[in-house]
């Protein structure tokens, strides 16, 4: 990894403890997006009150979900990256 590249990835925010990439698949309305997880499960991700009207999530975006401790199948969106963040995400091989 070139030095650049690295100095690009350090000022990306990446996954902490229990936070997995992920990348919308639907749309189901009523803050409500399906997501396909880097770990491999597909979940019903729900967009928090303090992303609404702020942050606008569309299909295909690469977001960073925490799945529920008592429902696997859920997550709460963290992050959703630029576009231009997500290309690197892709370029280094850690979402595909």
Do not use: H
Not at 9 to 37: H, W, Y
Not at 61 to 74: G, R, Y
């Amino acid at each position: 990894m070139s030095e650049e590249a690295e100095a690009d990835l350090d000022d990306i925010r990446m996954p902490s403890d229990g936070e997995v990439f992920a990348i919308v698949t639907q749309m189901l309305g009523a803050n409500r997006v399906k997501v396909r997880c880097a770990d491999g499960v597909e979940r019903t991700a729900r967009i928090p009150g303090r992303m609404q009207k702020r942050v606008w999530i569309r299909e295909d975006d690469v977001v960073i979900v925490k799945p529920w401790d008592w429902q696997d199948e859920k997550a709460d969106i963290e992050w959703r990256y630029e576009k231009q963040e997500a290309e690197k995400l892709r370029d280094e091989g850690l979402i595909n």
